[in-house]
């Protein structure tokens, strides 16, 4: 039995990974920061509920002592927005380095945490849930600073830690999810989380190791660095 955790559960792209997984035959972990939202209404023998805010390490502890045997997929898929300032003047630092924190600094954290669970004979799948605007080729338009070089620091981090991650058969995927109607996505969004997720699982089931590293939107395009 396949055996996954997913960060940001509750709702939006997590909770439909969650749903998903559990569908497909998955032992879920599934986490929450705050609230358990839609969590609370699925009653699913294979899914464990655990509460974890990403930026703790003591909290990443707490859950890793909790799962047994190995992991064979974590989705650090918990992120946050930022202030979309429309001007130099306006960026708010401390709101900045809260998205660093979460955006760049937490899936590393959670992927260390949870290293022990991954390293195991059958090999692993981590999954970085980044975004097109981590792409320095693709920005235009320029703004959402905090956001931008959050994912552009999670790009990098996940590559820099790959080689190392390979000797230990673990296997890394970079993923846009597509502009996903959720509470960050907004409504105006075109894509719904059922159909973004079911391309990011298609992504997940194709990866191999010599795929490690590679920046994928959720149908399968390659995307600029
Ligand atoms: N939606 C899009 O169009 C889009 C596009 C590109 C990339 N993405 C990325 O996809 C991922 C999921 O996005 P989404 O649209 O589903 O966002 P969302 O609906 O806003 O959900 C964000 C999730 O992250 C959790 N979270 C935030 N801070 C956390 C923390 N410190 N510790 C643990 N969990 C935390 C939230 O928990 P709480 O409920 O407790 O706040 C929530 O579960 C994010 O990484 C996002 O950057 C989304």
Redesign the pocket.
Known sequence: MPQALV????????FELTRQLLETGYTVHA?????K?GLADITHPLLHLHK????SDDAIASVASLIEGGLDLLIN?????DGRWSSVEEIDFGVVSEVME??AI?PLRVTRGLLPALDHAEGAKVVM?????ASIADCHSGKSYAYRAS?TALNMLTVAMKNELLDRNISVILI?????E????GPR?PLRPKESVEGILDRIHEQTLDMSGRFVQYDGERLPW
């Open positions: 960060t940001g559960a509750n709702r939006g792209i997590g986490t929450y920061r705050s609230t939202g974890l805010d990403v930026r898929n918990a992120g946050i927005a979460v955006n937490a849930m980044t975004s097109l605007m994912k846009h999810p597509g502009w996903v959720t509470d960050m996505g969004a």
